[in-house]
């Protein structure tokens, strides 16, 4: 235990003698080397920041509606390529409630650029909320619903929650810059002396408290793709006598599904979203306004086939 305290006060008298020396013999390159470093850790000490909210239901433990805050934060590793996955970070779940309504909040962070690319492209920005919605599928064993809709507010409870949330129990700064200090070995210094412009000094592992919950995943965009089919179905406008239209009536064909309740059904005035059980997916946009209040639907298991019957408005 003696020797190895004694190796290491050799390598950190060593250490700071190499920035000596590199301060004396090349001033530009240790100036460099310096604020690279300051640069770097302002970032991994910057905050999350809210990008956009979702609203969608858990449907298993217990059916309940979900606020997904999808956040940038620079701490989160950008993919090496287009074809490596992605790496997020998933905050714990919180229940909340307002008035009588109570619901549950789940905060993820991505990198900004990916965040930024996602905005000038709808269907990478598709992907990744499915790719938020599966992390947290997986992460808590919750069953979520397939159909989402992009909230007015940018986030879902307040930013300082948020923050904790995701952040959790960050070490002191002056710890911070201790554990930098310690992992930066004599080879790396050595190179900086060499090559300043292409030094690279990465954090430690353990450099974020074992308490804090947040953790980083990487989830490959190939890997959480389901592949949902479009089934058969049949739209009708139902009329009176006098041909005057009533109703839309629409009958889709789930080969392989015996129970309504694997059937997730949306309807607004002007489209309906029927999802089952990660194989089928249908979206319309309905001919004529209906009254989503009077929509009914009823599943006949012998045919495996869902009736939907909508009154015009």
């Known amino acids: 235990m003696e020797s190895s305290s004694k190796g290491l ?37 910057a905050a999350p920041e809210p990008q956009l909210c979702l609203q969608t239901r858990i449907l298993k ?9 999808l956040c940038q934060w ?25 008035a009588s309504d109570v619901y549950t909040v789940i905060d993820v962070a991505y990198n900004p650029d990916v965040l930024q690319e996602a905005e000038k492209d709808q269907v990478k920005k598709d992907q990744l909320i499915r790719m938020a919605m599966k992390c947290i599928e997986e ?22 929650r948020m923050k904790q949330n995701l952040m959790g129990m960050q070490a002191d700064p002056t710890d911070l810059r201790e554990k930098m200090r310690k992992e930066l070995t004599l080879e790396q210094i050595s190179s900086t002396a060499s090559n300043p412009d292409h030094f690279q000094l990465l954090l430690p592992k353990g450099e974020v408290s074992s308490k804090t919950r947040c953790l980083i995943e990487e989830i490959s965009s190939t890997e959480i793709q389901v592949e949902m089919k479009e089934p058969a179905y049949e739209l009708k406008i139902v009329a009176d006598q006098n041909e ?19 059937c997730e059904l949306s309807v607004s005035e002007d489209d309906l979203l ?13 001919p004529e306004s209906v009254d989503t209040e009077m929509t009914t639907a009823k599943f006949i298991k012998e045919k495996a086939t869902l009736i939907i019957t909508m009154p015009l408005v």
């Open 9 to 45: 006060l050799t390598q950190v008298t060593q250490f700071w003698n190499l920035l000596d020396d590199l301060a004396e013999s090349n001033p530009e390159s240790y100036e460099k080397f310096i604020q690279q470093q300051l640069k770097e850790g302002k970032q991994l000490c």
């Open 61 to 69: 433990p217990k059916e309940k509606v979900l606020f997904i805050n």
């Open 74 to 98: 620079k701490r989160i590793p950008a993919p090496q390529s287009s074809t490596h996955p992605v790496p997020l970070s998933v905050g714990r779940p919180e229940d909340m409630s307002e």
């Open 139 to 160: 992460q808590f064993q919750f069953t979520l619903s397939h159909f989402y809709s992009i909230t007015k507010f940018r986030i879902k409870g307040s930013i300082q």
């Open 244 to 262: 005057k239209p009533l109703e839309i009536e629409i009958k889709v064909e789930l080969p392989g599904i015996n129970s309504v309740s694997l």
């Open 274 to 286: 029927i999802e089952v059980s990660e194989k089928y997916r249908l979206h319309l946009n309905l």
